[in-house]
């Protein structure tokens, strides 16, 4: 939000170079709300406002501040005093961020930070995106086991202020293999027996997740066992970091908002959508409505196919719309409930038989009312055309065609979606095309077909 | 998932009550992977299995059943055992949970749990499903400002027991109005100087929930602000509840997986895809199919309108399914990207003229690359035709109408979403059948007028 009331003041307290404000400014609010205030600001001007504070509060607001916003300032300001900051981050949110950096900025970056943070910033980079690797902090609480419950307290006090979780802390032997994991609360409740080893105490049921796990699978442990925070362990069972509750959020909004932009055909945005070039854009969007231009070209041939027929009964031209609409929204209906069922995992795929005796029976009971709904329409608007008058079955072409290509549609978009997963394709990048493709073409095959037997009955 | 295999382990021991190998079960695992394993049992099973243990894991391990397993032992096993379940588990869990069972039983059960229990439940249910009250839980950490961190961590330690969430303490005055926070990782800090008040260690910089404020919203903050749990005050700020990260999640991938179902066309099912029942399915199905089969209607009649015009040139009736869904594909595009914008809030309603000038933009881009494609297959598929060859100029209908048809898609599907938002409604809810609607109208509206526009040239 632009919050515009406070901009001019702000301006005026930076023109007027008065500390004292901009100092209170920093820390008054809360750093989100700060960041939110500080949006109408351009990059420079940003930053000349967090030179007022400690380097903690500057880092806090700046973690606040819109991705394109990061970038442009460590981008553009001076080096130095930026590489500190960069260094004050979290270690996966500043791997974020400079992931979208020049190289050679960043390559000029990090020989000025200290060496512990530029070793870890080269290793987290290493992951590849989509991983849980990628997603991971590499700090986090970890204590010996043989520590008692007072000392183990002692220590998280001196580790709490580095570090962004502090209430799960790993309990590891000497060459960091994970044993086991204490909770705060944990620790907090044993407080009345000071002298428990936390060896005794520690939980070594762990749910971990693996470096090069997918990101989906990771929010879908968390959010399933309800977990503050996962470890993630490399192939010797050594843990390697740690991915936290709010990270998994995002994660599970992203991965939401990809499904549903693949399934309307559109390759997911990185950027939100204002941000987005127009060309990306386009491009984007124009690679699968180009797709499916070519998937509906068949029914153009399709038609071409049946060009006397349809001289010869006009009247039938004016429902292919109708009968193709329809059976592309049934498919459409069973496709998007068969991926968010899937990407839940409520639906798997040695399902897939439950799903089609289901779709069948749910396409034959939504075809069997739209076919109601036909016979009234069809009736309604060909009474008065001579040709159908003459052969009263005509009027049953329309919702016969109906059942079928319902049908038709619900069982190609619950199959497709899951023959697609099962070739270990995206099913909400690639069902969309084939699912609309397949059932237009079904629906004027089948809709030429149920006309041709029934006029030819008395023809 | 159904952990089959060592489901007859199991059986064998209940059969021979083998009490030693049963407790051992149930504490052996994370109480999820035990709930996990139970998943092939029937209700009273897994109810008998429970039995050997004490009532707190079995209040965890029946906290990882599927909600309609957790129904069903409600409603089916020994109303006092079931009672004192419900007594242990989280506020927020239960309600939920008693929410779908049988009224009766729910007034059979209320008598028999602790008074303090049962008038939490009959407070916590009074508020509406969707907002912050039905999300939230009555069981929180609470301190009294005058208290020393080396008290408040001594009655921590006692709170801790029985709360779900500790990492945030809450900081009240006598009559429960919320004064500020402190984190467990503060208070762990500040160890060091045991003597500290917390009313000088507590933040007093809040983010609250209004106890009526809607569930999306509060998730959106809870997600932007990265916190562990958010308080939810009344009206007169004294904290009623809080709601935790866990909740968060569930919201938000229930709103998203919410909103793909209504784009495309189905109410959104309360339950997993294959836990509904067909009827229920079908009716949510059905309401969408039907309203879009009317809206299609449309389309027949304004074929029939043009019927006249389509007898004298039936070559063009090969392109209508073409140019219908080239405009469709592009509305649902624009649609489905400025709903899954509004959702995250990247797009607001403010931002409306920047969207138009986009999709304005973009959809020209997108019909002029689809006119070239179309230009190609409309030569290619009618060169044999010899009123296509009297005028050469009706090659250019099917390009011309592309662009228009591609860019009037971009145009509504960008503006309809943001219009019902403006009047109240869900935009995810009502835009489909409009956009799809007018798409398919304005597609065969404008194919036949620049077609007739085009063929009276030399006609």
Redesign the interface.
Known sequence: MVNTLYLPELREMLAENNKAELQEFCT???P??TADFMDGLNAAEAWAVLQHTTPQVRAEIFH?FEHERQVEIIETQDRAAVATLIAELAPDDRVDTLNDVKPEIVAELLPLMPAAERRDIQRLSAYPEGTAGAMMTSEFARLSQTLTVRDA??E??RQ??QLET??YIYVVDESQHLRGVVS??QL?????KPDTQIGQLMDT?L?TSRVLEDQEDVANK???????AIPVVDDERRIVGIIT??D???V??EE??E???R????TP?ED????TR??T??WK??M???I???T??F???A??YY?TR??QW??L??????V???GG??G??S???????M??G??RLR?WL??VW?EL??GL??GG??AV??LA?SWL?TSDIPEVRLRPQSVLIVPLTLVLV?TCGALAGSLLPMFFKRLGLDPALMSNPFV?GLS?ILA?VIYMNVALALLSLSG
């Not at 496709?335 to 069922?341: G, H, S």
Request: glycine share 4%; with cysteine; hydrophobic share 55%.
């Open positions: 008054a609010l809360h989100a709300r606040y307290l002692a998280l006090g709490a202020e502090i209430y705060a609360r907090i409740s044993a407080m009345r049921e749910i968390v959010a399933r066992l309800d977990l503050l509750h709010d998994v959020i995002d599970v909004r939401a908002t499904d549903a932009q399934i309307a055909g559109v945005l939100s959508y204002l941000k127009l060309f854009l386009s969007r124009g699968w409505l180009t499916l231009f070519f509906a070209l029914t153009a041939s038609l071409r060009e349809l001289a006009p009247w031209i004016i429902f292919i719309p109708l193709m609409s329809s929204n049934s459409n209906q496709a998007t409930l068969i991926i968010t069922a990407t839940t409520d639906v399902d439950i799903v289901r029976r749910v009971m939504l009312f739209l709904c036909g329409v608007l319902v609309a237009d004027i």
